[in-house]
């Protein structure tokens, strides 16, 4: 895995976009699994900006939703698709076609299977935040390394980190999430971290064993990994 450390979270999140942007420019059908969450929002912002600006567009690509909260209203802001739509998707030029999210209202289990033949080979890219617990996606503690798309509970941590997320105290117990197999299969993986209060949990990545007790660290050995960190991140 490579490590790129920025000064500040303004380089973080200006180098991250540049490189996202020249990704697009080169491969304008470009395949990307995408979070949500905080950290990648000055990302999120810095691309939107570039596609008002011209300089880049989405409109040959699709984006692949990372995870989903289950138990949750579809209109819920919330949600990790109305997230992302705010965030993101609502500011760029991607046709509604291009976007592949997660209903949940029927087979979860079959979703998940129609799901994983959707991303078939892999996407080219996925982005991903860090839980301090370590988590990808929703892959919590105890998730393997060749775990799929799939139904799993929330670590009561994550159900609780969840709280900035929703206007209301109803939070998620469980998701659906792209499984760590599922994110090995992309052609890049890139991890995003981002002020002091990852600084614990990039030291472990870094510098742990390998082990499905932080599942980030199942994806060390990926071909084209990247963990990308701001200084407070990178501060232990
Ligand atoms: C979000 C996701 C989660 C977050 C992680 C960090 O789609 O998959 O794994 O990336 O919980 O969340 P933030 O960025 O809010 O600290």
């Not at 670590?155 to 994110?183: C, K, M, N, S």
């Amino acid at each position: 895995m490579r490590i790129l450390r920025c000064d500040s979270l303004d380089d973080w999140a200006e180098h991250l976009a540049h490189l996202l942007i020249s990704r697009l420019q080169v491969t304008p059908s470009l395949r990307l699994c995408l979070p949500t969450g905080v950290t990648p929002v000055p990302v999120y912002d810095r691309i939107s900006d570039a596609v008002r600006a011209g300089r880049v567009s989405f409109r040959q690509s699709e984006v692949f939703l990372l995870d989903e909260f289950g138990g949750v209203a579809p209109d819920d802001p919330g949600r990790c698709d109305r997230m992302l739509s705010r965030f993101l998707l609502d500011r760029i030029d991607l046709p509604p076609d291009g976007f592949h999210r997660f209903t949940l209202d029927g087979d979860i289990d079959g979703e998940c299977r129609a799901f994983e033949r959707l991303i078939g080979s892999g996407c080219d890219l996925t982005l991903l935040g860090i839980g301090t617990n370590g988590h990808v996606g929703m892959n919590e503690p105890g998730s393997s390394a060749d775990s799929l798309t799939r139904r799993v509970d929330l670590a009561p941590e994550t159900t609780a980190a969840t709280a900035r997320y929703f206007d209301h105290d109803r939070l998620p117990t469980w998701g659906v999430t792209q499984g760590i197999g599922t994110i090995r299969r992309s052609g890049e993986v890139w991890l995003l971290a981002a002020g002091a209060g990852k600084a614990a949990i990039v030291d472990r990545i870094v510098n742990g064993p390998v082990t499905v007790d932080v599942p980030a660290t199942l994806l060390r050995n990926h071909p084209s990994a990247l963990l990308v960190v701001d200084r407070d991140a990178s501060a232990v």
